[in-house]
């Protein structure tokens, strides 16, 4: 979520130039580490916290989960002689089996009964994935979970995994390189990241619960995370681990267009603020609670370039109630609005 | 005046004198103490991963967070590797640059100084910068011009028998015997340098060729000293970790191959240890390091040992 933060915290000077908001990109689990052990105002991570970390929480505090923008994981590969306007088509299961290092050659019978019109060449697949833990592959791997039978037991989801096959890059830059360097690669990619490196890589559709092939943009991300939104969301107060839009969606069949691997990206942010915080002072429980709202209400058109489609009205509803019950000394923050 | 030669008494320090020394003591001490707490400090943030898979930590072949099973035995394997490959490209090279600077360049002292400063920027150059260097044109190159070829016509024996993929064993071994290049060929230039000429001038008289004075008066003089540089070389290759984790391709696989990825203690720790999700994981992870600091503990006690004893009976010492 490095493109898009950084795309805030610079839009966000230009309206406040007087607050300084610092992102470090240091990975999921660490922002949640940090604002555990409260050295971060706030911590944003692209998966929930799971129940162990929940516990490893400050007694008596209560962490916010905001959703403040949604991505996608696309399947993205480099397959020389295979057209850049061509988009070869996925389903979980064959990714899965890709990924488990059953399929090992490109036109393997099952890659092949997806896309019959393309010619794919009779070459191994070298399988490409994040070395460093990350939300990107928690989405990925938890729609492989619910894909493939054996991935859940053999493998599992989480932010880092037991990857059978393949090799490991660091960060999506370093998955977006690997890919790019490696020719008949594969290795799932943040959107974000194949939309400002289209050189290269290309990146294929994945089928959803309703039959269809679709390949990612805006409106079907959009889509579904509306839907998953409509199969309910926690409370803002309570624990999110095992949320996710991709299994809420997984089994939706009514919504024709959705993109089955979305994924929220969540800002954390403790609900009763006080120095006990690390020393969190009333100026910067202010500003945090107000970068936040902006973000959810004004900020979310900075996204769209770059391939984060804009929250839906009921998330940012939800997001402005949680804000409001932010307080700092007992004190509501957000107080008269 | 021999007898008042031997006869030093011990002058009382006072003042400035007993304060340097307790300051220069409390320094030498600190330095030893801290090499101990951290000894400490990490057998006991490790305590709980210790507990829960004792001896089998070392032997276990399968990392894997979700199910919480543990094993160290790929990245103690890959870090073996990867240094060994380094020392035995790097270390000829160095010793090679090393003859050469401090040998053959004796007449023409402005190219063995120029030459000399290049080498030791070499080691100017930051570790990830390598890493970057590595990813995007060593890897590439390797696949292309060296692993390809190695795998298509010696593909039958074990050593080249997997796919080249460029992000391996070999390419991780060639950056680092890139860094360890400046660091030894440093070393044992002024090992060479500190060579008394009159070795060489005996050997010069009993009518040797110049490469016969280098190979029998020289080196073997040098010996101990070049054998110090190259551990030196290999702690540096053991710790390395940026330039290692771009190009290894970060895989616990154990494999004969040298084309085959892998992975090493120091990649794992700079790739996972801030995404641990929980109490066990993160103790695995403190565990990996305590295995990193011990082996490097061994290796050095092991090259110290080796080295006492080829110099033992002679006047050299290291």
Redesign the interface.
């Known amino acids: 979520m490095f493109p898009i933060m950084s795309a805030w915290t610079f839009a966000y000077t230009q309206v406040q130039p007087n607050i300084q908001v610092n992102y470090a990109s ?5 922002g949640i ?1 940090q604002i555990t052990a409260g050295t971060l105002n706030c911590g944003a991570s692209d998966a929930p916290l ?1 129940a ?2 929940y516990s ?1 929480l400050p007694a008596g505090s209560t962490l916010l989960t905001i959703p403040e923008s949604s991505s996608a994981v696309v399947p993205a590969y480099n397959i020389p002689g295979i057209a850049s306007t061509t988009h070869l088509n996925f389903t979980g299961n064959v990714l899965a089996e890709i990924f488990l290092g059953n399929i090992t050659l490109w036109n393997d019978p099952a890659i092949v009964a997806l896309n019959p019109h393309v010619s794919l060449p009779a070459q ?1 697949i ?1 399988v490409v994935h994040r ?4 939300g990107t592959m928690y989405t990925f791997t938890n729609y492989l979970s619910d894909s493939n039978a054996v991935w859940k037991t053999k ?9 059978p ?6 960060g999506n830059e ?1 998955v977006a ?2 890919i790019a ?2 020719q008949y690669s594969i290795g799932p990619l943040e959107i974000a990241y194949q939309i400002t490196n289209p050189g290269a890589i290309n990146y294929g559709a994945v089928q959803n619960k309703a039959g269809n092939y679709i390949l990612a943009n805006l409106t079907n991300i959009a889509e579904a995370v509306n839907a998953g939104v409509k199969a309910g969301l926690p409370a803002s107060n309570a624990h999110w681990t095992g949320f996710s839009i991709v299994n809420n969606i997984f089994n939706d069949s009514a919504d024709a267009h959705i993109y089955p691997i979305t994924t929220f990206t969540y800002l954390l942010v403790y609900q009763n603020l006080s120095a006990s915080y690390a020393g969190t002072t009333q100026p910067q429980a202010i500003g945090t609670v107000n970068f936040i709202s902006w973000v959810v209400n004004h900020g979310q058109s900075a996204g769209v370039k770059i391939g984060y489609p804009p929250l839906p009205a009921s998330v940012v509803a939800i997001d402005n109630t949680a804000l409001a019950s932010v307080t700092y000394n007992g004190t509501p923050i957000l107080s008269g609005s | 005046m021999a007898l008042e030669a031997k006869a030093r008494p011990r002058a009382r320090l006072s003042g400035g004198d007993l304060f340097l020394r307790l300051l220069v003591a409390a320094a030498a001490v600190g330095v030893a103490a801290l090499l101990v707490a951290l000894g400490v400090e990490l057998a006991y943030n490790s305590q709980l991963s210790l507990a829960t898979y004792g001896f089998g930590f070392l032997t276990g072949t ?6 919480l ?1 543990f094993g160290a035995l790929p990245f103690i394997f890959g870090t073996l590797v990867t240094s060994a490959l380094a020392l035995l490209i790097g270390i000829p090279i160095s010793l090679g640059v090393a003859i050469f600077l401090s040998e053959k360049a004796k007449e023409r002292r402005a190219l063995a100084s120029s030459l000399g400063s290049l080498v030791e920027l070499l080691a100017a150059v930051p570790s990830v910068i390598y890493g970057l260097w590595g ?2 044109v060593l ?2 190159f390797m696949k292309t011009y060296v692993e390809t070829p190695l795998h298509a016509y010696l593909g039958f024996l074990p050593l080249f028998s997997t ?1 080249p ?3 391996d064993f070999l390419t991780a071994g060639v950056i680092l015997a890139i860094m360890i290049i400046p660091t030894a060929t440093a070393v044992s230039r002024d090992i060479l340098n500190a060579v008394p000429n009159s070795q060489r001038e005996a050997m010069y008289s009993l009518g040797a060729t110049d490469w016969e004075v280098t190979r029998k008066a020289v080196l073997p003089y040098a010996r101990s000293g070049i054998f110090g540089a190259t551990i030196l070389g290999l702690g540096r290759a053991v710790g390395e970790t940026m330039a290692v ?2 190009v290894i ?4 696989v154990i494999s004969a191959s040298l084309l085959s ?1 892998g992975y090493t203690l120091t ?1 794992l720790i700079v ?2 240890f ?6 066990l994981y993160a103790s695995a992870m403190v565990e990996i390091g305590l295995v990193l600091f011990g082996l490097a503990l061994i290796i050095n006690l092991f090259a110290r040992a080796l080295i006492w004893r080829m110099t033992r009976g002679t006047k050299f010492r290291v």
């Open positions: 240091i990975g999921s689990g660490a580490a799971s162990a970390q490893a191994a070298t070395s460093d833990g990350s493998v599992g989801y989480a932010t880092s995994v037991n990857w096959t393949g090799i490991g890059c660091k370093g390189g690997c360097n490696n | 399968v990392w894997d967070p979700v199910h099973v990813l995007f890897a590439p796919t993929i460029g992000t984790t771009m391709g970060n895989a616990p990825e990649s790739n996972q801030n995404e641990t999700t929980s109490p």
